[in-house]
T-cell receptor
């Protein structure tokens, strides 16, 4: 069975501090991992996906198959990064993603 | 721009009422989904549909039903609303031609309150 774990419900940091939002997954096949972001009163939108290996808004995430993790990182948090972040797992021809419970990131000035 | 829209955006109803939430998309995607979002529980899948004649239950389908009226329309019904169905409901689509990425495109959400 697919499972995504985001251990932190809330992550609170100050502007300029590094940020790491944790995501661990359980999947027997070849995973496809995503991070979605939901800003206040807005719809969820894709932030990045592991297959693209890109940096979006300063965020990066590396798939670590050994540790079954896909942590989201940013070296210097900004106030506008405050949002809810969801890690999602798909793959193996399944078009039914599994979402984690989300982590609320608050960046204080 | 191609989009996913939901109506209504907000709805307050009473216990026992039947209500329908509607989703329309102009993205040309075949796959459509309904989720509910609750604080601390994240996103949970209610129903999904891969084409007009395909309807599948998700993780939490009890108390809900859906109708796929056309490729572009996917409605969610609460047959007899109860207070614990108070939540934010999202419709989403994904591209049937995208065999690699499975990216989901979300609507703006419907905030439902059941009194």
């Amino acid at each position: 069975a697919q499972r995504v774990t985001q251990p932190e419900k809330l992550l609170s940091v100050f502007k300029g501090a590094p940020v790491e939002l944790k995501c661990n997954y359980s999947y027997s096949g070849s995973p496809e991992l995503f991070w979605y972001v939901q800003y206040s009163r807005q719809r969820l939108q894709l932030l990045l996906r592991h297959i693209s290996r890109e940096s979006i808004k300063g965020f990066t995430a590396d798939l670590n198959k050994g540790e079954t993790s896909f942590h989201l990182k940013k070296p210097f948090a900004q106030e506008e990064d405050s949002a809810m972040y969801y890690c999602a797992l798909g793959g193996g021809g399944s078009y039914i993603p599994t979402f984690g419970r989300g982590t609320s990131l608050i960046v204080h000035p | 721009d191609a989009d996913v829209t939901q109506t209504p955006r907000n709805r307050i109803t009473k216990t026992g009422k039947r209500i329908m939430l509607e989703c329309s998309q102009t993205k040309g995607h075949d796959r459509m989904y309904w989720y509910r979002q609750d604080p601390g529980l994240g996103l949970r899948l209610i129903y999904y549909s891969f084409d007009v004649k395909d309807i599948n239950k998700g993780e939490i389908s009890d108390g809900y039903s859906v109708s796929r009226q056309a490729q572009a329309k996917f409605s969610l019904s609460l047959e007899s609303a109860i207070p614990n169905q108070t939540a934010l409901y999202f419709c989403a689509t994904s591209d049937n031609r995208d065999i690699s990425y499975n990216e989901q495109f979300f609507g703006p959400g419907t905030r439902l309150t059941v009194l």
